[in-house]
């Protein structure tokens, strides 16, 4: 008599009790029923056996079709897999039996190794759409330095975006400390970094004593100079204040050699300088990649003081002020305010609030000049120390006190404006006792970025 090697009691178990073949080949992973082959992931106490299926794996994977039905096929009952992470081998093995498995923080770049190693691009395509919602600047240099590694262009892309955005925060973290040199290098030939030069060096800086520890070098200028090597000449030192770079730079660090140190101070003073000095860029970065203007404004509604023959005035103590709100997340990195055709000096402090709690803020002198792009109305751009991240759906406060002659201002302002996909809602304030409301007066742009 034929016999299944099967119990009775268990024909009508899950297994063939399943609805459809997916729960079927589902219930197969998680009990290894009928298994042909067994991977044994990892080393020592953390080592672990997952049974699993030729033919399931084979389907799934080139690499795996190749080990197990080539012409060099396994023929042994078991793998071993020392290099894998357990935990993330079996929410592989998962995939490729469900397509589906839990991405987390903690298993996603172990996972992105064995998507790779075993070529699933669709596993991959999902760590990547993953990574790319939870790259942090804590967390953009690590994973940039494995979208690299993998060639996950679209990732790298967002990752250098974080990195450009949020810089100073970026440089603070572990993993800055540990990028290759090659990547130091790119890194420091963006132009669209949005960080001081003085902290870029520092964080360069600490890179290389880093460095030096862990290569077991002696910590000493030497040594750090030695393994800057190129990335050091890519330091925009001329665009420091004097006296950052006379400090730090030169007093602190003794990092650079007396003949860049002269060539530099030269530069500084506005005498010509030696050919030697060229090699340091003097150009400051650009900190406006991929930001944008949402406009209260028409240009046919911005009025002209002197063909209207009257301008927006400003008051001692007296605030201009709106209110608004985003549909998604965005960073706000400043706004455009007023100016006249006379390229007048303007005394102010924009503060950008939560409620009553104060987010950013700007102060100081501004000139009033024509903008390149006529969408831009004259005036001057008040830029906050660093980008601040706006929620969705929370109201936000821009106050202006002024200071100056009297300037354009707007009418027939808009409501509600939509660009590049983010709707932004503006409303009076109470605090603004100067004029400004949503429908005219002051701040015609709010320069921002999407995330």
Known sequence: MFSSGISTDNLFDEQFCAQDLRSKISHTFTTGFMSDIEFIV????????????????????????????????????KVSIPDADPEAFGEFLRYLYTEDCSVTAENVMNIIYLATKYIVPTLMKKCVRFLRKKVTPESAFEVLSQAIHFCADGLEENCWSVIDMECSQALKSEAFLTIEHSLL????????????????????????????????????????RELLGSAINLLRFPTMALEEFASTVVHESKILPQEDIINIFLLFSGQKPSEEST?????????????????RFSPQKIIRPKRAGKGWCYVNNTLDALCFKVS?????????????DDRSIYRLKVNLLQGSRELSSNAGEFKSEADENELNPTGFDVIFP????????????????????????????????????????FCSSEQSNNGTSVFHGQFPQIIFSKE
């Open 42 to 77: 990892g080393q020592g106490e953390n080592e672990k056996t997952y049974p699993a299926h030729r033919y399931i794996l084979g389907i799934s994977s080139a690499v795996f079709h190749a080990m197990f039905y080539g012409t060099l096929a396994e023929l042994g009952q």
């Open 185 to 224: 290098c790119e890194l420091l030939s963006r132009e669209t970094l949005n960080v001081k030069e003085i902290d870029l060096f520092s964080a360069v800086l600490k890179w290389a004593q880093f460095q030096c520890e862990k290569q077991g070098r002696k910590d000493s200028v030497e040594s750090c």
């Open 279 to 295: 090699k340091f860029s003097c150009k400051p970065r650009r900190h406006w990649a991929g930001k944008s203007r949402v406009s």
């Open 328 to 340: 998604q997340p965005v960073f706000i990195h400043g706004v455009r305010a007023f100016g006249d």
């Open 386 to 425: 660093e980008p601040i991240k706006l929620e969705a759906e929370i109201v936000y406060t821009l106050t202006g006190s002024f200071s100056g002659p009297q300037s354009f201002y707007g009418q027939g302002g808009e409501k509600v404006i939509v660009l590049e996909g983010v709707e932004f809602m």
